[in-house]
């Protein structure tokens, strides 16, 4: 079983930026899809991308799209995700999160039950 730890988060201002990761133990990185998630207090949990794991693609949610960059590096079995622009309703818990069955498949990506394994969380704030 993989475990998945978030680092990278904290308090930033308005058009500031920050990289969040995600280290996997237990297993090669490219043997899961990944995804990144965010919850803001009193929201449900966003997906906000994905790498689905055989198509070498990664999708965007509109919510992010543009200004979130979410990146990888199988030697250090790292997933990034580069968060510029900030704004005050980017201020959540953001999640990293794999799946035992990757896919090429965009709309299968942003099923929160496709992913197994949730690594802690961890907080961004976003605040002048």
């Known amino acids: 079983q993989p475990q998945l730890v978030e680092s990278g988060g904290g308090l930033v201002s308005p058009g500031g930026s920050l990289r969040l990761s995600c280290v996997v133990s237990?297993?090669?990185?490219?043997?899961?899809?990944i995804a990144w998630f965010r919850q803001a207090p009193g929201k449900e949990r966003e997906e906000i991308s994905c790498i689905p794991g055989l198509n070498g693609r990664i999708y965007y949610a509109d919510s992010v799209k543009g200004r979130f960059a979410m990146s990888r590096d199988i030697l250090k079995n790292t997933h990034y995700l580069r968060l510029n622009n900030l704004r005050p309703d980017d201020t959540a818990v953001y999640y990293c999160?794999?799946?035992?069955?990757?896919?090429?498949?965009?709309?299968?990506?942003?099923?929160?039950?496709?992913?197994?394994?949730w690594g802690q969380g961890t907080q961004v704030t976003v605040s002048s």
């Open positions: 237990g297993s090669r990185l490219d043997s899961y899809g």
């Open positions: 999160a794999a799946s035992n069955t990757p896919t090429t498949n965009q709309t299968v990506c942003f099923m929160t039950h496709w992913f197994q394994h």
